[in-house]
């Protein structure tokens, strides 16, 4: 038995030791439980508020701009675009500049006098947040708008007290049409993300372990010996696992088409080149971590970290619009972000190149910037 104790404690305070002397390794396990915690409280939030909102106002009169300030009041909505007809705004959905579209009739005052008046809200149905908060708020503001206009109409005929009214007696009903995903099918919402973080995933997780892997085997010593440049290096080892990656892109969107149901709006070959360029981005950040660790355990732990930081703050789940601005700034540095813009643009809305050239341009400049990046710090654990 004792003996037994020996044994034991002679192991702990070896593996005390080695986590000791693994300084950054053990800042990673103490600070990753503080970064979640942040994250979950600062930049997880469900609902989403200030959504951008296009503006049809074909009636322009009293009536029509009490209820658009309503909805603005209400906090879930801001005016950022005035248009002139539904096309329009879904041209504007169509390119991201919004994610919501009100089209008042011109009817509107004398329909709200008579007790029919409707409004159209459009919303985008690729981001399954601002459909579920757009369609709740206006639902929720055109009740007591309508409320108050009833209460005033009676006060006016001198009728006091208390009365209740159903909604459907409200004198404003909202008609809302979801775009891109009208039946609310939540595996369309999903998937375009899904894939980003699947493809990610895989990597970040197997470039991460490449060098360090050969390092600690001693099998880095002859790819030392070449006159390779470092750039070819990092190219060489990004190839095989390229091909690894593109193989299980091709294999989740076929299994989410042909088994899920998920019907795929834009162009192949688009989403095809674009998801080369998240690969190759993944790829070279997951390089970028194994030539800066010192042992595998070290590496595996980055890449953790990284996909935390992508699946809370890329927007795949959580809006990025409700998040505060240092998290938001914190999501631009991911390449997850950009690629889930790109994949529900392409994947849900079937639009193109004239709609995501933003962030296909800066995808395109993560990559090259994080693969010389991979490629230098290579070159400097060479000297």
């Known amino acids: 038995m004792a003996k037994s104790l020996q044994r034991l404690r002679a192991l702990y305070q070896k593996e005390v030791t080695q986590l000791l002397r693994d300084r950054r390794g053990l800042a990673l396990m103490l600070g990753l439980p503080l970064l979640q915690l942040f994250l979950y409280a600062y930049a997880v939030n469900t609902s989403v508020y200030h ?4 503006l049809v106002d074909q009636s322009r009169d009293r009536k029509s701009r009490e209820f658009v300030q309503a909805l603005v009041n209400s906090q879930y909505f801001d005016i950022t675009m005035l248009l002139e007809n539904e096309n329009a705004v879904v041209n504007a959905i169509d390119k991201a500049q919004v994610r919501a579209g009100l089209v008042i009739p011109p009817d ?6 008579r007790g029919s008046a409707s409004v159209l809200l459009l919303l985008d149905g690729s981001d399954s947040s601002s459909v579920t908060s757009g369609y709740s708020a206006a639902s929720l503001v055109a009740q007591t708008y309508g409320l108050q206009l009833t209460t005033e109409q009676l006060n006016r005929k001198g009728i006091r007290g208390n009365a209740t009214f159903s909604a459907a007696a409200l004198p404003i009903t909202t008609s809302t049409r979801v775009l891109y995903n009208p039946d609310l099918i939540d595996i369309r919402f999903l998937l375009p993300g899904l894939v980003g973080l699947i493809l990610q995933t895989l990597a ?18 002859p790819i030392l010996a070449t006159p390779t440049r470092p750039l070819e290096l990092v190219l060489g080892k990004m190839l095989p696992l390229l091909v690894l990656c593109m193989s299980a892109m091709a294999f989740v969107v076929g299994i989410g088409i042909f088994w899920f149901g998920v019907p795929f709006q834009g162009s192949i070959f688009l989403y095809f080149w674009l998801s080369l360029l998240f690969i190759t981005s993944s ?6 971590f194994s030539n800066r660790a010192t042992s ?16 809370l703050l ?7 619009a409700s998040m505060p601005f240092i998290p938001r700034m914190i999501g631009n540095i991911l390449p997850m972000t950009y690629f889930v813009r790109l994949s529900r643009g392409i994947f849900t809305k079937g639009v193109g190149i004239r709609f995501l050239w933003s962030d296909m341009l800066a ?4 990559m090259l910037i994080i693969t010389l990046a991979a490629a230098r710090n290579f070159k400097k654990r060479l000297d």
Do not use: C, H, K, W
């Open 51 to 54: 959504i951008p909102t296009a």
């Open 204 to 221: 970040v997780q197997q470039a991460a372990l490449t060098v360090v892997r050969e390092r600690e085997m001693g099998t880095i010593e």
């Open 283 to 288: 790829l070279g950040l997951g390089l970028l």
């Open 296 to 311: 595998q355990r070290q590496a595996q732990q980055q890449a953790l970290a990284m996909m935390m930081f992508s699946l």
């Open 108 to 113: 509107f005052a004398s329909n709200t006098d």
């Open 363 to 366: 995808l395109t400049l993560y």
């Open 314 to 320: 890329g927007g795949m789940i959580y809006p990025r």
